[in-house]
């Protein structure tokens, strides 16, 4: 049985959590908080122990906290980080790197420039066995996640015969559970978005990938227009679903008006899943091809899809599993086929 400590408890740690209580090789050994607030209350009543820093442990006098980050860490044998994005790397120098503990970070750290948490980008479809071994990994974050679910399929698929994508990313405003955050009333562009260098990391740095993004009011999921040139005449769309039948969390959808369509259906049928999918889903009813481009659509469950990888990479580095082995466990907890399936049959094609 391996020790695992989860620092910080947001939308992702919270969620990598209650996942973890649930896999018989893992003991959670605790959470961290840094804001004396409700969510103490919660994490507490959900049985598990809360860890503070220790030069805020007199802020959280009113709470049965079971000490201080900075002695949990001793015990475990591996960090999950789950801080706001730049403080992984904080604390990989000032925690992780000191005690010499393996730690994975989020998708809001960087593996370029100074402040680079790790020389690696996970992605199980594509990386998977480059993280075994390794003390300090980033997980990818869910649009770059999301993007790798597509992308990896079709190069397999048809190589050479690929020219270029084109991918625009609709964002999400803020996560369901972030009550404090307003949605603004706005298009908003974001200048050189980080998805495509990150992306490349693991696809190749010299793939014909081109990303532009801007951010819409909702919480409801990412969406992903791409836009794929072949060499001469694109594929029919059954074609390319086809690809996608037997993927691991690429679930293809007909009916689905909108991604809240999605979040609902989610939050009826599986109601311990934090109206979570985890995965991604084709919007088959919109791919078209036209000459040499097929275009299409997918949903990017923001919160959800990058759950499973880190259960994946946290197999990788601490067990040293064989991507088989790690995936099957991942399929047991997570039941990935049946979110799948029961997905694709509620939003079927319509005869
Ligand atoms: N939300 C998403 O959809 C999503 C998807 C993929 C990847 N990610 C990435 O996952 C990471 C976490 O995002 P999130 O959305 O879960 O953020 P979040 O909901 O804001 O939660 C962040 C958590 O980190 C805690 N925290 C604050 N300072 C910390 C520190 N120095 N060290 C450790 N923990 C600290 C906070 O504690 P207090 O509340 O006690 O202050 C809070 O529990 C980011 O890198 C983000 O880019 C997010």
């Excluded at 809240?260 to 311990?272: E, G, N, S, V, Y």
């Excluded at 088989?324 to 094609?349: G, P, R, V, Y």
Aim: a negative charge; hydrophobic letters at 35%; one cysteine or more.
């Amino acid at each position: 049985m391996k020790k695992v400590f989860i620092n910080g408890y947001g939308s992702i740690g919270s969620r990598i959590t209650s996942f973890l209580k649930d896999d018989p090789e893992i003991t959670v050994v605790g959470i961290g908080k840094y804001s004396p607030d409700n969510k103490v209350k919660i994490a507490i009543s959900r049985d598990l122990n809360v860890y503070v820093p220790e030069r805020k442990l007199n802020d959280f006098s009113d709470y049965n906290i079971s000490g201080s980050i900075e002695s949990v860490l001793d015990e475990c044998d591996l960090v999950i980080d789950a801080s706001p994005g730049g403080h992984g790397y904080k604390n990989k120098k000032n925690l992780y790197e000191p005690k010499n503990i393996p730690a994975i970070y989020q998708g809001g750290e960087s593996i370029i420039g100074d402040e680079s948490v790790s020389d690696l980008l996970f992605n199980s479809r594509a990386n998977y066995d480059l993280a075994l071994g390794k003390k300090h990994v980033m997980q990818g974050s869910c649009n770059v996640t999301g993007m790798g679910r597509i992308l990896e399929p079709l190069r397999e698929k048809f190589g050479d015969e690929l020219i270029r994508f084109d991918v625009t990313l609709i964002r999400r405003w803020a996560d369901i559970e972030q009550t404090e955050k307003n949605v603004s009333d706005t298009i908003e562009m974001t200048e050189k978005p980080h998805h495509g260098d990150d992306v490349k990391l693991y696809f190749g740095k010299d793939a014909p990938l081109y990303v532009r993004a801007i951010k819409v009011p909702t919480r409801q999921m990412h969406l992903h227009i791409m836009d794929i040139r072949f060499k001469d005449i694109a594929p029919k769309p059954s074609e390319i679903h086809s690809i996608f039948e037997n993927e691991f969390g690429v679930a293809t959808l007909w009916t689905a008006k909108g991604t809240k369509d999605i979040r609902d259906f989610a939050q009826r049928t599986w109601l311990d899943n934090f109206t979570d999918t985890n995965m991604i889903h084709i919007h088959a009813n919109m791919t078209t091809s036209i000459g040499d481009t097929v275009q299409m659509m997918y949903s990017d469950d923001q919160t959800g899809i990058v759950i499973p990888e880190n259960h994946m990479l946290m197999q990788a580095m601490l067990f040293g599993k064989s991507y088989d082995d790690a995936f099957s466990h991942t399929q047991s907890i997570f039941n990935m086929n049946e979110k799948k399936q029961a997905l694709q049959e509620n939003f079927a094609k319509n005869d």
